[in-house]
């Protein structure tokens, strides 16, 4: 790589830290904090893209913690659920509890390997027999590819889901961008602005069922304490997903492989639950959020004790075009 890239040991909130830094980012994770993605920094633009700990006190997530009950900060590994529920398969492990938002964000990973320009961690499930491996690497000044590994290492067929859960810092001026492609989204989170589950609604403007039109690329101020989270229905499949400053231009994208990650939720909170708003851009393996409903729609991953499965997500920075 001809650009300037190094890896180096830091700290964040009093808790050790390592940081991948190049030209144009910094990237900064907490191993012992189930891997926490705490900040991704645009040096250019001067812009921290993950939200900080505001207006609540931090403190390291016990296995089995509710996600909300915690700072709501930075970027989380959702696995092998999103919400808490019973495995469902039948076999060894049917019925044991899996507790909100997975089990790999409130759990230590081990420093498997760091080079000048990567960062290798893993972690070993407990209700579950796997091995989570996560590999974030500098291919370009800009860009970042973060490649993940899961191996089953029980004896038994598992099923699992993995999404993204970056809770990126927004503001009035902020953009969710899609491919044109994009048409409609599909709700699956009950509220009274969006209606039950499964209520399907246009993309990029939609009728709120209070009869109100609304851009939903946009994201309002926190003192409005709603939310709303959408599924891309499987006829939309994309590739990549963005979010784009209207002031100065900056953005941040998301790619992946739709073989590989089919499915892309968006959670848009303003105010309900963090202190702030923010967007979480949640490209995933399985539709949708909890594994036991995933498994009935037969949405999931399936993980043989002797195939690994992995897959890759890029994250990369810019100000002005969005490439």
């Known amino acids: 790589m001809s650009e300037a890239v190094h890896t180096y040991a830091a700290e964040w909130l009093g ?14 994770t907490v191993p012992t904090m189930g891997a926490k993605i705490v900040s991704l920094l645009d040096k250019h633009a ?19 913690s509710s996600f909300v009950d915690q700072d709501m900060s930075g970027w ?16 060894s492990y049917k019925g044991h509890l899996l507790p909100d938002h997975g089990e790999v964000w409130s759990l230590p990973w081990a420093i498997d390997d760091i080079t000048n320009s990567s960062i290798r961690l893993s972690t ?73 589950v499964g209520t399907v609604h246009s993309w990029p403007s939609a009728q709120s069922q209070r009869g109100e039109h609304q851009r939903l690329t946009q994201v309002g101020t926190p003192n409005l304490k709603n939310c709303r989270k959408f599924y891309l229905p499987e006829n939309h499949l994309t590739d990549w997903a963005a979010l784009q400053q209207g002031d100065n231009g900056a953005w941040v994208r998301l790619s992946w492989h739709v073989e590989q990650v089919p499915y892309l939720g968006i959670w848009v909170d ?28 037969q949405r999931v991953m399936h993980l043989r004790p002797d195939q690994p499965f992995q897959w890759t997500l890029d994250i990369e920075i810019g100000i002005g075009e969005l490439l």
Request: with cysteine; glycine share 6%; net charge negative.
């Open 15 to 28: 808790q050790p830290a390592l940081a991948l830094e190049t030209d144009a980012l910094r990237f900064v």
């Open 270 to 297: 303003e105010g309900a639950f963090n202190t702030a708003s923010t967007v979480a851009l949640e490209p995933s393996t399985g539709f949708y959020d909890k594994l036991d409903f995933a498994w009935e729609n």
């Open 124 to 196: 070993l499930g407990r209700v579950l027999p796997y091995r989570l491996i996560r590999q974030v690497e500098a291919t370009n000044n800009h860009r970042l590819r973060l490649t993940f590994k899961v191996i089953n290492t029980g004896t038994e067929p598992l099923i699992a889901l993995w999404a993204a859960h970056p809770q990126f810092a927004v503001t009035g001026e902020t953009h969710i961008r899609l491919p044109a492609t994009v048409k409609q989204v599909v709700n699956v989170h009950e509220t009274p602005d969006w209606g039950a």
């Open 46 to 64: 001067q812009r921290e893209w993950l939200i900080q700990p505001i207006g609540r006190a931090f403190k390291p997530a016990a296995y089995g």
């Open 76 to 91: 989380d590994e959702m696995f092998p659920t999103i919400n808490a529920c019973a495995y469902p398969v039948e076999g």
